[in-house]
């Protein structure tokens, strides 16, 4: 990559990890996204992905925690389930044009969240059943650990149209629940194998800056709107892309 380019990489990671912090996610599918449009290979972006995910989350979690009641009983239905599906996700390798279909898909969610399309209710529009929250972390946890995700771009939308949490609530137990499929998909990808291409550490250290400061401000109700507004553009740009490709 040229120099320009790399420049410009960081930037987008950087910004993509602020926002998705600053709401509670990790922002795997946009630093999946930013990398598959660079160039590099499913196989070399999935774990680097991951390996994001698992800090950026864990750093949004931390600072969305102190905001909100933690929902303990729904985090650990969901994720009891999610874990395993999600290291049985990774252990699948996905055929490259498949892989940016697949990822061009999720990439709408995000977008609809962003737009405000997704509802959020304050009540609960459908009673929970002991089935719904395991068929839920199975569900999505087997996606993320295909694709490289923590799953939080799918979760929070449901949570937030079922009424079961709050905002706050739902960027805690998200970010909570990125972290450990991250991890599960990390381990079903790769195992303990911690080297990565040399040309993406380079990216790592601006990453995490963007999602700290992310976390911190997000935490403390800043307005994003911009940001929001940028990465909404950017995201829609590349859904249409990879799924044409």
Known sequence: MKGEEIILVM?????????????GHGGASSYLMILAIAGFAPQEIRPTALLLNMVVSFMAFATHRKSCHFPKGLFYQ????????????????????????????????????????FPRN????????PWMPPVMGISIGFLSGLIGIGGGI??????????WTNLRQTAALSALF??????????????????LNKSLWIFIPFTLLGG???????????????????LTFVLAGAAIKLILS
């Not at 930037?11 to 709401?23: D, E, G, I, K, Q």
């Not at 972290?179 to 911690?194: H, K, Q, R, W």
């Open 78 to 117: 969901l994720t009891l389930f999610s874990i395993p599906a999600a290291f049985l996700g990774g252990l699948l390798v996905v055929d490259a044009t498949i892989y940016k279909n697949i990822l061009g898909v999720l990439l709408l969610f995000p977008i609809l969240q962003f737009l405000g399309l």
């Open 154 to 163: 799918i979760l929070s939308p449901l949570l937030l149209m079922l009424g």
């Open 122 to 129: 304050r009540k609960v529009t459908l009673e929970k059943r």
């Open 212 to 230: 700290i400061l992310g976390g911190y401000y997000g935490s403390k109700r800043f307005n994003v709107r911009v940001v929001k507004h940028l």
């Open 11 to 23: 930037m987008l990671l950087s910004v993509a990890a602020f926002f998705y912090a600053s709401v």
């Open 178 to 195: 990125i972290f450990v499929n991250s991890i599960a998909g990390y381990l079903g990808t790769v195992g303990f194998d911690l080297s």
